[in-house]
């Protein structure tokens, strides 16, 4: 009897023992997923420090891209893909001419490359300064976009141009990407230098100002 009864108890304790098992792993697996999720929007899936770029036509430097540092981002909402990369630290590119010469050289704070729904967009914020050392002039602003597509930058916020001519200040600018001829959109309150650099002509447009104005 007591052989019979040492034998009927055994299985029941390897069933012990395997419940014990699963409910351990089960445990285990659990406590794995109690971390907080990473989220996509503000990780970034790659991080490049002292980033530069240069691209070249037929040997010749055309472009010089520089940046502290680059966060690549990459992630799904609503459906659609957002991909972009975000300068930090300081940014800047230089622009040369077929000879080599630099023409145009952009620095900003900050700078983002987008290119989401298979659209590729520049802008540059945060104290943008263009200039162009061939003809010396140069120009201030908050945000400056650039399109690579139509070769051209814009922006709608408050621009100032200074040049040996003068300086005009105004809202809204478009320029070629070498920045040889801005125009803004709505100048006001600029002047021109006018004969031997010794007259000043005022221009005080009370915001609006004309149409067009040439730079």
């Avoid at 445990?27 to 490049?48: A, L």
Wanted: net charge negative; hydrophobic share 35%; with cysteine.
């Amino acid at each position: 009897m007591t052989s019979t009864a040492q034998y009927r108890h055994k299985p029941i304790a390897i069933g012990s023992c395997l419940m014990a098992i699963v409910l351990f792993a089960l445990s285990s697996c659990k406590k794995e997923q109690t971390g907080d999720p990473i989220d996509p929007r503000v990780t970034p899936v790659q991080v490049v420090k002292n980033l530069e770029v240069v691209q070249t036509v037929n040997g010749g430097v055309e472009m010089r891209m520089r940046a502290p540092e680059m966060r690549k981002y990459s992630y799904i909402t609503d459906l659609v893909e957002v991909s972009y990369d975000l300068y930090t630290g300081g940014f800047s590119v230089n622009a040369f001419t077929s000879d080599g010469e630099l023409e145009t050289r952009i620095t900003s704070k900050e700078a983002k490359h987008i290119t989401t729904d298979g659209k590729e967009q520049w802008l540059a914020y945060g104290d943008v300064i263009i200039t162009n050392y061939i003809k010396q002039e140069s120009m201030e602003s908050d945000t400056v976009y650039w399109d690579r597509q139509e070769q051209k930058i814009y922006t709608n916020c408050y621009v100032r141009l200074t040049s040996p001519q003068g300086m005009m200040q105004g809202f809204g600018m478009e320029s070629d990407e070498m920045a040889r001829n801005a125009i803004l959109l709505k100048p006001f309150d600029s002047y021109t230098i006018a004969g031997d650099s010794t007259t000043i002509l005022l221009d005080s447009l009370n915001f609006v100002g004309p149409p067009v104005q040439r730079f």
